[in-house]
T-cell receptor
Framework: GAVVSQHPSWVICKSGTSVKIECRSLDFQATTMFWYRQFPKQSLMLMATSNEGSKATYEQGVEKDKFLINHASLTLSTLTVTSAHPEDSSFYIC?????????????FGSGTRLTVV | RKEVEQDPGPFNVPEGATVAFNCTYSNSASQSFFWYRQDCRKEPKLLMSVYSSGNEDGRFTAQLNRASQYISLLIRDSKLSDSATYLCVVEGSGAGSYQLTFGKGTKLSVIP
């Protein structure tokens, strides 16, 4: 089935630095990748949709200059949190549509837990 | 009204029990529906898609009622390993086609 590999699993960074998160689709081509953020005890909230070879589409309230998304190939999408601040600490997760376990749905990466200190 | 609404629980049930989760959604033009399970501090994993005709996968049965904009998940013969948060997920339509909207999840604890 479809697998999305996400790295790193967790990262701690200093305020003001940038962090890059990678999501790779294994054994399938992800023309679209969704990026979500989840705060504790909250639901996943869509941040942006990346499409291979074109600019990402950001949801209302998400700063595109702060959360840089690149989808340069059919198997790799990256999210860079620039000038991170403590309020950016969250669980970031990517997802791509595909088949898994005989069902069509959305396959998620394993998530990146970002802590900004 | 929230876009996707679920009872947050927690549902604490003994092993072997049958438990049902409900979910309502507000966008009548929604296209596809899913149940995911999410373990603590982990990514969501697809449990099953939900169809109008209803579908069953082992101990799990999902139902969709488009007229009532209502989705359900039934778990029979609960196992300890079923303990998780169950997310109701709706795939939208219109400008946000393919956009997934997540409920906050219903927490299930199966106790021995």
């Amino acid at each position: 089935g479809a697998v999305v590999s996400q790295h790193p699993s967790w990262v701690i960074c200093k305020s003001g630095t940038s962090v890059k998160i990678e999501c790779r689709s294994l054994d399938f081509q992800a023309t679209t990748m969704f990026w979500y953020r989840q705060f504790p005890k909250q639901s996943l909230m869509l941040m942006a949709t990346s499409n291979e070879g074109s600019k990402a589409t950001y949801e209302q309230g998400v700063e595109k200059d702060k959360f840089l998304i690149n989808h340069a190939s059919l198997t790799l999408s990256t999210l860079t949190v620039t000038s991170a601040h403590p309020e950016d600490s969250s669980f970031y997760i990517c997802s791509a549509p595909g088949w898994a376990g005989g069902h069509y749905g959305y396959t998620f990466g394993s998530g990146t837990r970002l802590t900004v200190v | 009204r929230k876009e996707v609404e679920q009872d947050p629980g927690p549902f604490n049930v003994p092993e072997g029990a049958t438990v049902a989760f409900n979910c309502t959604y507000s966008n009548s033009a929604s296209q596809s529906f899913f149940w995911y399970r999410q373990d603590c501090r982990k990514e969501p994993k697809l449990l099953m898609s939900v169809y109008s005709s209803g579908n069953e996968d082992g101990r799990f049965t999902a139902q969709l009622n488009r007229a009532s904009q209502y989705i359900s998940l039934l778990i029979r013969d609960s196992k300890l390993s079923d303990s998780a948060t169950y997310l109701c997920v709706v795939e939208g339509s219109g400008a946000g086609s393919y956009q997934l909207t997540f409920g906050k999840g219903t927490k299930l604890s199966v106790i021995p």
